[in-house]
């Protein structure tokens, strides 16, 4: 999962503080959305998700917010830790008539924890 | 339970060329969905296959193919590499179980491809 080389927005937070990455999102059917957490040398990692029916979610550390009118997706990371850089990334996923799903990936936000 | 694997981890072919990169999910997964990752496109959707069936598919050329077993490992292949293919090749194992609303995908570490 490297992200050398990717041209990303990026985000620098000091140690402790509060993170917010945005995303934007097309497909107003989407049914679900992911956040995904990507390491250097891993592949992406679950983080949170969030139906397309709510506007809210928590998890340790994370929330994520919906706002589906103007097509928006957020993650916030409470009390940032250096374990916390990586890329993130937002997923929006489409379940078909069949019920295989499918996952669109946005571009990504290179997040910096500063010591 | 071991987690999705994927080999080899690092590839170097010349171009026209072809390639071979293999997955095996996590144990009892039926669903793998191969995925490419480059920095100008990001991560896209290659194609799912769910028993042996490919079940859906994105919008690659058709030098890119793929192919899973009983066993539920895959392999997808990459035929008359270009320059353009080089990229970070993913792949994502689900359980798939219809009475949930969806099925976590688990990735694998990926398998770097450099055409030269």
């Known amino acids: 999962g490297e992200s050398v080389g990717l041209h990303l927005p990026t985000l620098s937070v000091q140690e402790g503080d509060n993170s917010i990455i945005n995303c934007a999102y097309s497909?107003?059917?989407?049914?679900?959305f992911i956040w995904y957490k990507q390491e250097s040398g891993k592949g992406p990692q679950f983080i949170i998700d969030?139906?397309?029916?709510?506007d809210k979610r928590q998890g340790q550390r994370v929330t994520v917010l919906l706002n589906k009118t103007v097509k928006h997706l957020s993650l916030q990371i409470a009390a940032t830790q250096p374990g916390d850089s990586a890329v993130y990334f937002c997923?929006?996923?489409?379940?078909?008539?069949?019920?295989?799903?499918?996952?669109?990936f946005g571009t990504g936000t290179r997040l910096t924890i500063i010591p | 339970k071991a987690g999705v694997t994927q080999t080899p981890r690092y590839l170097i072919k010349t171009r026209g060329q072809q390639v071979t990169l293999s997955c095996s999910p996590i144990?009892?997964?039926?669903?793998v969905s191969w995925y490419q990752q480059t920095p100008g496109q990001g991560l896209q959707f290659l194609f799912e296959?769910?028993?042996?069936?490919?079940?859906n598919k994105g919008n690659f050329p058709g030098r890119f193919s793929g192919r899973q077993f009983s066993n539920s490992r895959s392999e997808m292949n990459v035929s008359t590499l270009e320059l353009g293919d080089s990229a970070l090749y993913l792949c994502?194992?689900?359980?798939?179980?219809?009475?949930?609303?969806?099925?976590?995908?688990?990735f694998g570490p990926g398998t770097r491809l450099t055409v030269l």
């Open positions: 296959y769910f028993s042996e069936t490919q079940r």
């Open positions: 969030i139906r397309s029916n709510m």
């Open positions: 144990s009892g997964h039926r669903s």
């Open positions: 497909n107003s059917a989407s049914d679900y």
């Open positions: 994502a194992s689900s359980s798939w179980d219809r009475a949930k609303l969806y099925n976590e995908q688990f």
């Open positions: 997923a929006e996923v489409s379940i078909s008539n069949f019920g295989n799903e499918k996952l669109t």
